[in-house]
Nanobody, 123 residues
Framework: VQLQASGGGSVQVGGSLRLSCAAS????????MGWFRQAPGKERTFVAA????????GYTDSVNGRFTISRDNAKNTVYLQMDSLKPRDTAVYYC?????????????????WGEGTQVTVSS
């Protein structure tokens, strides 16, 4: 299984970014997908999750209403649209995959990780 994240960068407060994570080596439509982030000196924490069909999503409170997770099973890709970005959103963002939707909320339970992509929000 390979998960390749992209789309990170540097933006100013209030700006937007769209992260993508392309999956290979797996039957994508059978996996729940998620995003986590890790700020310098801090633990990796949950950001957003989406189930196999895209019909169920979940977010950590701090991004609810600003971030949107979605997926395209035909393209084996999951996205994270990030709007109204704040300096506290600065972190390395990781995509994750697991065949158990509830595992995707827990960094210790996730089966597969992608490489991170840096997001920097400056004021």
């Amino acid at each position: 299984v390979q998960l390749q994240a992209s789309g990170g960068g540097s933006v100013q407060v209030g700006g937007s970014l769209r992260l993508s994570c392309a999956a290979s080596g797996m039957t994508f439509s059978r996996y729940a997908m998620g995003w986590f982030r890790q700020a310098p000196g801090k633990e990796r924490t949950f950001v957003a999750a989406i189930n196999w069909t895209g019909g169920s999503t979940g977010y950590t409170d701090s991004v609810n209403g600003r971030f949107t997770i979605s997926r395209d099973n035909a393209k084996n890709t999951v996205y994270l649209q990030m709007d109204s970005l704040k300096p506290r959103d600065t972190a390395v963002y990781y995509c994750a995959a697991d065949d158990n939707y509830w595992h995707i909320y827990n960094s210790e339970a996730v089966d597969y990780w992608g490489e991170g992509t840096q997001v920097t929000v400056s004021s």
